[in-house]
T-cell receptor
């Protein structure tokens, strides 16, 4: 049990729709990162939030956006869903004040776009 | 392009034997290295991290890091059927950036 919780656990959306995924970070962890894991692949970094600001972004289009709240929880929003967005979306939280800290993942949200 | 490479497997190991998983990375400036275990349909579970050259042991698991050769390995002693999973290697390039770059994972099967 990592202390990182994600919701919902499963989601089915139609192509073109919008989706919001949520993540509550582990207590004391002020940085949240989002990853997309397609079937058979390793997780791919989407972006990271620190103190409510985006602090690094991977190779994902602008229709992937996010927010971080004062309590360090975070949202991932995806607009204009495409079939290839079907994946496991993972949230990880890190305590940046601790050198070498581990990255703990939540249980993930399985998104299926039909 | 900063890359992390793993043999995709599958790797089959008899129960009780040592399973050896390898990972190479391209960026010499990499600082921290992580091994995750992922069961089918589940999220990755952190097994170990290492950031100094040498070995780090935790129970049946040993991580080995060789920065000069740019590889990191994970040894699983006394392999159990419950160790059957996909093992992901991840690299963090510096302490100021928590982005992890993952390999594609190695599928490990422990044969009873």
């Amino acid at each position: 049990e990592t202390g990182v919780t994600q919701s919902p656990t499963h989601l089915i959306k139609t192509r073109g729709q919008q989706v919001t995924l949520r993540c509550s970070s582990q207590s004391g962890h002020n940085t949240v990162s989002w990853y997309q894991q397609a079937l058979g692949q390793g997780p791919q970094f989407i972006f990271q939030y620190y103190r409510e600001e985006e602090n690094g972004r991977g190779n994902f289009p602008p229709r992937f956006s996010g927010l971080q709240f004062p309590n360090y929880s975070s949202e991932l929003n995806v607009n204009a869903l495409e079939l290839d967005d079907s994946a496991l979306y993972l949230c990880a939280s890190v305590d940046r004040a601790t050198v070498g800290t581990e990255a703990f993942f939540g249980q993930g949200t399985r998104l299926t776009v039909v | 392009q900063k890359e992390v490479e793993q043999n995709s497997g599958p790797l089959s190991v008899p129960e009780g034997a040592i399973a050896s998983l390898n990972c190479t990375y391209s960026d010499r400036g990499s600082q921290s290295f992580f091994w995750y275990r992922q069961y089918s349909g589940k999220s990755p579970e952190l097994i170990m991290f290492i950031y100094s050259n040498g070995d780090k042991e935790d129970g049946r698991f040993t991580a080995q890091l060789n920065k000069a050769s740019q590889y990191v390995s994970l040894l699983i002693r006394d392999s159990q059927p419950s160790d059957s999973a996909t093992y992901l290697c991840a690299v963090r390039y510096n302490f100021g950036n928590e982005k992890l770059t993952f390999g594609t994972g190695t599928r490990l099967t422990i044969i009873p």
